[in-house]
Nanobody
């Protein structure tokens, strides 16, 4: 399974950005998809995750109420809609796939490349 993240860019504080994670090259069926982010000099941290059915979602406290994760399995794509962005959201955002729900990066076996989100103050 290959994951392709896209949609990052430069946005002003208070703005919004939508990220996409498209899967290809194998069956994505049954996989949990998570989003993580990594700022310069910091550890990669969990942002959000969604079950295969979309019925279960989890968010880091820092993004709860501002970010929404959802998926379209007909397109093999998971989205992260980010609202009310703050400079602290600036990071490279990575999507990942896991067979089990997890909020730690150790649980994910497939990773996409990062897409940069920069929030200016």
């Amino acid at each position: 399974v290959q994951l392709q993240a896209s949609g990052g860019g430069l946005v002003q504080a208070g703005g919004s950005v939508s990220l996409s994670c498209a899967a290809s090259g194998g069956s994505f069926s049954g996989y949990v998809t998570g989003w993580f982010r990594q700022a310069p000099g910091k550890e990669r941290e969990f942002v959000a995750a969604i079950s295969w059915s979309g019925g279960s979602t989890y968010y880091a406290d820092s993004v709860k109420g501002r970010f929404t994760i959802f998926r379209d399995n007909t397109k093999n794509t998971v989205y992260l809609q980010m609202y009310s962005l703050i400079p602290e959201d600036t990071a490279a955002y990575y999507c990942a796939a896991s067979r089990l729900m997890s909020t730690t990066k150790l649980g994910y076996e497939y990773w996409g490349q990062g897409t940069q989100v920069t929030v200016s103050s």
